[in-house]
């Protein structure tokens, strides 16, 4: 069981902002608009609170604990603002993802038995997020809920945590086509 204790204190800056990284990764990638980013917001705050309450190892619930402080959650905005600052959005999109894959190096060295759960965590919220809200609508119409650029993004996610495709997170699977 790896809490705060097990990392250094500016490696548990890093290990922090994690979660925020993994939503402005996907957030970069395709912005929603204003409505769509309040949308991405609130599911991001939604893991958090379920990943605090919920049976996952002692870092998930250690991190969404400190999240959902008001102290912890500036911290971890100051140091994701000084990742994001003065970037474009694909350039937030790269730094986020070059955060995140140092981060899961870190956790990996510091962490090794709870790695693998804390990287499918990350990637189910950033997941969360991409899904919050419709993409290309028409004045509220129409849209999908997750757009292409996001779906690379999350792959691109996966890659960099060396997960396989059969363990990311997918959600419910589709229903199969009737065969001819």
């Avoid at 917001?41 to 893991?47: G, K, S």
């Avoid at 991190?63 to 102290?71: D, F, H, K, M, Q």
């Avoid at 790269?94 to 870190?106: H, Q």
């Avoid at 990350?122 to 849209?143: K, Y």
Wanted: overall charge negative.
């Amino acid at each position: 069981m790896a809490g705060k204790s097990a990392f250094s204190p500016s490696e548990w800056k890093k290990v922090a902002q994690a979660p925020l990284l993994a939503g402005f990764a996907v957030s970069a990638a395709d912005p929603s608009g204003f409505l769509g980013l309040l949308q991405e917001a609130f599911a991001e705050m939604r893991a958090l609170s379920h990943a605090r309450g919920a049976g996952g190892g002692e870092l998930i619930r250690v991190v969404a604990g400190e999240l959902l402080t008001s102290s912890g959650r500036a911290d971890a905005r100051e140091g994701v603002r000084t990742i994001t600052q003065g970037a474009t959005l694909d350039e937030i999109k790269t730094r986020s993802l070059a955060a995140l894959e140092e981060i899961g190096s870190v956790v990996e060295a510091k962490a090794p038995g709870e790695a693998h759960e804390f990287k499918v965590w990350l990637i189910e919220i950033a997941r969360s997020v991409a899904e919050a809200g419709l993409e290309d609508t028409f004045l509220g119409f129409g849209g999908i809920r997750m757009s292409e650029k996001e779906k690379a993004t999350l792959g691109e996610l996966s890659h960099i945590f060396r997960l396989e495709a059969s363990e990311e997170p997918l959600g419910p699977t589709p229903p199969s086509e009737p065969s001819a």
